[in-house]
């Protein structure tokens, strides 16, 4: 898993331009502490070094693949890894991993979520593995 040897999961983005995705991305990146995005960020808002809140997620985890295009596009363009959860009709370009499932419902985007988010904190060794359910 990608974002496992990442030492700082503050350097982890979570991209969410639509609505019904931005709760469950939020959440997701409150758990192991990642950057969430929850609006669409500006043109060149990766790439540009001038301004000087001026930072490179790595990798960009995008809960959209379609309506997020232009960061996938500025990701790939500096070498960067994009992690994307797509149905079978998104297109997968710029996009290096992929997590199968459906994107259409709030619910399933958020249990999407919310299991990556336990998998990456039990190998981080921060949630033991006999939790189910949330509950210890």
Wanted: aromatic fraction near 6%.
């Amino acid at each position: 898993m990608p974002l496992l040897p990442i030492e700082n999961p503050g350097d982890v983005s979570v991209l969410s331009s639509r609505d019904i995705r931005q709760r469950a991305a939020l959440k997701f990146a409150a758990a192991p502490g990642a950057t969430p995005v929850s609006d669409r960020p500006p043109p060149e808002s990766f790439t540009n070094q001038i301004p000087r809140d001026f930072w490179v997620p790595r990798p960009l985890l995008v809960t959209d693949p379609s309506s997020d295009q232009q960061p996938l596009t500025e990701e790939s363009s500096v070498n960067l890894a994009s992690i994307a959860q797509y149905n079978t009709d998104l297109p997968l370009h710029y996009v290096h991993i992929t997590i199968p499932g459906n994107d259409e419902g709030a619910y399933a985007v958020g249990l999407i979520q919310w299991i990556l988010a336990q998998e990456i904190l039990r190998m981080h060794g921060t949630t033991p593995w006999n939790t189910h359910g949330g509950r210890a």
